[in-house]
């Protein structure tokens, strides 16, 4: 699915905004991308490119249509700014809610952003403009040190994660909400039983408005470069956290809630049937339970040059069957595992003498079912949350659609008759 970013460009002095004109219609600047892009860095980088300075303050509003999902990137652009895009005005955003756009969708989300005042912003924590500002001078005091730059890689409502260069080096910033927050706690534990592993928090602060604010020092290490060697690593970690018992902020993890769920989703076809058997083998099987990172992506593994293995982005984290984190780090390393036989790879193997008493035996055909069961149903819960919040409009129908094939199509199983 493409993502189509359309940029909200503002003087918040002057109420304005970036817009082309279209005979009698106006339009916003539109950035298209694929679907895992983040949006942040790349509308940061667009702007940077027609000299447009300021701060990439939100990405609310996304809908989803058939093909494609829109969102609405807005940018607090600072005083006085000369944009280098002849094709480019300052109109007021009165103006431009009182003359038809091009695109629909543009008039509907200014119009939803201006719903609650003279500048945009929705509802959340850090829905609006002035955050930005914020958060660099909480950031600015934590580390002694005025910021040089900074980088939005999400810039929710409800969520935010920001790089920035000081003196002491890279630091990263997440602002986070409710069940989110966890991320935080959980980290400073898992650092505590192996530091060399996580993150280094340089602060932490519980807001009054229920926010979390929570400062990281820079991992070293390039992105997922050494699959083996991550694969014995998680291993160890495994096994060490095995010994000294589950951190308060894991939850143990409902395999059969997530797999009741798509075997619901997926009713009575063959790719059902797969979920219902494999899901039932991964429950009966006798694995230890310990730290399974459920989004154990390659960007969220870092190899330095001491081969040294670094984890960030724990929040999917449960207490659960070990080989479960070791069937994603497989299926995200490894495009093609899906279409080999698991007994062919390798990094099965060195995940499983990584183990001071080496795991055998295991089906690990089950355990990527499993695996990738559990993923699309964080991702779905994930999903009602951000339309309950108003974050994302989509057609229930259309989302359960979609979530299906994906599904079906991961898990290399039929599509159910109806779809």
């Given at each position: 699915m493409k993502q189509h970013l359309n940029l909200l460009i503002v003087d918040r002095d002057r109420r304005s905004a970036l817009a082309a004109t279209c005979g009698s219609r106006w339009l916003l600047p539109v950035v298209t991308c694929s679907e895992r892009t983040r949006a942040g860095p790349l509308a940061a980088r667009w702007c940077a490119e027609r000299d447009v300075t300021g701060d990439v303050a939100g990405q609310w509003l996304g809908r989803v249509t058939s093909d494609a999902i829109d969102w609405l990137v807005v940018v607090a652009a600072a005083p006085d700014t000369i944009v280098s895009d002849a094709s480019l005005e300052w109109r007021s955003l009165d103006a431009l809610m009182s003359h038809p756009p091009v695109l629909e969708y543009q008039q509907w989300a200014l119009g939803r952003t201006l719903a609650h005042g003279g500048l945009p912003s929705v509802e959340g924590p850090f829905g609006n403009l002035w955050w930005p500002d914020q958060v660099r001078a909480w950031i600015g005091a934590a580390v002694g040190s005025r910021l040089t730059s900074s980088t939005p890689y999400r810039a929710g409502a409800h969520e935010i994660v920001l790089g920035a260069d000081c003196a002491p080096g890279r630091v990263y910033f997440k602002g986070l909400v409710g069940e989110r927050a966890t991320e935080a706690r959980l980290t400073q534990s898992l650092a505590a039983i192996a530091p060399d592993s996580f993150a280094r928090t340089l602060a932490l602060d519980q807001r009054a408005d229920g926010t979390v604010w929570w400062l990281?020092?820079?991992c070293a290490g390039r992105s997922g470069d050494d699959a083996h060697r991550t694969a014995e690593t998680l291993a160890r970690i495994q096994e060490r956290i095995l010994t000294?018992?589950?951190?308060?902020?894991?939850a143990a993890l409902d395999l059969l809630a997530a797999a009741g769920w798509a075997c619901e989703l997926l009713g009575e076809s063959p790719s059902g049937d797969v979920v219902r058997r494999h899901c039932a083998r991964v429950v009966s099987a006798a694995m230890p339970a310990t730290w399974i990172p459920m989004d154990l992506d390659?960007?969220?593994?870092?190899?330095?040059?001491?081969?040294?293995?670094?984890f960030i982005d724990v929040d999917d984290s449960f207490w659960g069957p070990a080989p479960l984190a070791m069937a994603t780090l497989a299926a995200r390393t490894l495009p093609s595992a899906r279409g080999a036989r698991p007994s062919d790879l390798a990094i099965y193997r060195t995940w499983e003498t990584a183990w001071s008493a080496p795991l055998t035996g295991l089906d690990w055909a089950a355990f990527e079912t499993a695996a990738t069961v559990v993923q699309t149903w964080l991702g779905w819960r994930r999903l009602e949350r951000h339309i309950a919040r108003g974050e994302v409009y989509v057609d229930g129908d259309l989302a359960?659609?979609?979530?299906?094939?994906?599904?079906?199509?991961?898990?290399?199983?039929?599509?159910?008759?109806?779809?």
């Open positions: 990281t020092a820079a000294t018992g589950a951190p308060l902020e894991l390659p960007t969220n593994v870092l190899v330095d040059d001491d081969d040294r293995v670094r359960a659609e979609r979530v299906c094939r994906r599904l079906a199509n991961a898990i290399g199983g039929a599509l159910p008759c109806r779809l």
